[in-house]
């Protein structure tokens, strides 16, 4: 599976956006880029994914370099329940299914 | 949006017993089911995954024996931790993917079991 670069850690004051970086320099033309949060004594919850277009939910956005070696996950307004370990995972489209998470950025609200 | 259910949240017990844990997928149909095991302060670890009506796939390192998986329907996989043991202590969780989703589509996962062996 093709591996993923992220922060160990980051601090974000509330209400303001915050940006957390991928670095995925081996992905592959078939790997899309998923993004899932666990919070504290919980089970991951998904955020978002993308292929080469940005992409916006109600949760986050996501945006890919052009070159799609590199990706930021957006939160536009944080919240002190936005407090997680957030996880970039490279998924091939047509492998199997399993998710490879790596130690993921571990994400502190500041009120 | 789908949701998993695991049981039971949390799990004491004693050196050399089993524990059953259960995962459902409440809303949906699940062919796949997958099992992760976290210790403190470190990452989610796949140890194995369940296919409705055939065997486990196991990660490497992962001793089948000890590990049993049992996906008997679409909605329900369970985990036995057999003869368990205080290093067996950690904190497991499912996740399943809805049987009529694309392959790119996400996984949902349970909320987490916590099994502490005394």
């Known amino acids: 599976d093709a591996k993923t670069t992220q922060p160990n850690s980051m601090e974000s004051n509330e209400e303001e956006p915050v940006h957390l970086p991928c670095n995925h320099s081996t992905i592959s033309g078939t790997d899309y880029i998923h993004w899932y949060r666990q919070l504290p004594s919980q089970g991951p919850e998904y955020v978002i994914h993308?292929?080469?277009s940005n992409v916006n939910n109600r949760m986050a956005s996501l945006a890919i370099a052009e070159d799609r070696k590199s990706s930021t996950l957006i939160l536009h307004r944080a919240t002190l329940r936005d407090a997680a370990v957030y996880y970039c995972i490279l998924k091939e489209v047509f492998g199997n299914e399993k998710l490879t998470f790596g130690t993921g950025t571990r994400l502190t609200i500041i009120p | 949006g789908a949701v998993v259910s695991q049981h039971p949240s949390r799990v004491i017990c004693k050196s050399g017993t089993s524990v059953k844990i259960e995962c459902r997928s409440l809303?949906?149909?699940?062919?796949?089911m997958f099992w992760y095991r976290q210790f403190p302060k470190q990452s989610l670890m796949l140890m194995a995954t369940s296919n409705e009506g055939s065997k486990a796939t196991y990660e490497q390192g992962v001793e089948k024996d000890k590990f049993l998986i049992n996906h008997a329907s679409l909605t329900l996989s369970t985990l036995t931790v057999t003869s368990a043991h205080p290093e067996d202590s950690s904190f497991y969780i499912c996740?399943?993917?809805?049987?009529?989703?694309?392959?790119?589509?996400?996984?949902?996962f349970g909320p987490g079991t916590r099994l502490t062996v005394l």
């Open positions: 996740s399943a993917r809805d049987r009529g989703a694309l392959s790119t589509d996400t996984q949902y």
């Open positions: 809303d949906f149909q699940a062919t796949t």
């Open positions: 993308g292929l080469t």
